[in-house]
């Protein structure tokens, strides 16, 4: 069973940034990735980014040149440094894992609890 934790949410001001931390454990693939996920109040969830155990990395169209997914060399641990926020990127974000570089849901199996970010104007 993989579990992931979000950390590294709060409160930021327009113009700002946040770097978003997941920690995982528990996994035993060779080749396994790291999604990135947002979702406003009140709409869905949408892919932001996602990262493979390799280094390879894919985003939406949305945030790339905004955001930046990473992993720590030593520790099971991926990052999402977010620039330039705005208001409409308050919401919850969440890692979650999978075995295939994409960014649809329903390729990954596991998922954290998720972290708020909000925004203010």
């Known amino acids: 069973q993989v579990q992931l934790v979000e950390s590294g949410g709060g409160l930021v001001q327009s113009g700002g940034s946040l770097r978003l931390s997941c920690a995982y454990s528990?996994?035993?693939?060779?080749?396994?990735?790291i999604g990135w996920f947002f979702q406003a109040p009140g709409k869905e969830r949408d892919a932001l980014s996602c990262i493979s155990n390799k280094g390879e990395t894919i985003y939406s169209p949305a945030v790339k040149g905004r955001f930046t997914t990473s992993k720590h060399n030593a520790k099971d641990t991926v990052f999402l440094q977010m620039d330039d926020l705005k208001p409409v990127d308050t919401g919850v974000y969440y890692c979650?894992?999978?075995?295939?570089?994409?960014?649809?849901?329903?390729?990954?199996?596991?998922w954290g609890p998720g972290v708020q970010v909000t925004v203010s104007s």
């Open positions: 979650a894992y999978s075995d295939y570089l994409d960014l649809a849901e329903d390729e990954f199996d596991y």
């Open positions: 528990g996994h035993t693939l060779d080749y396994y990735t």
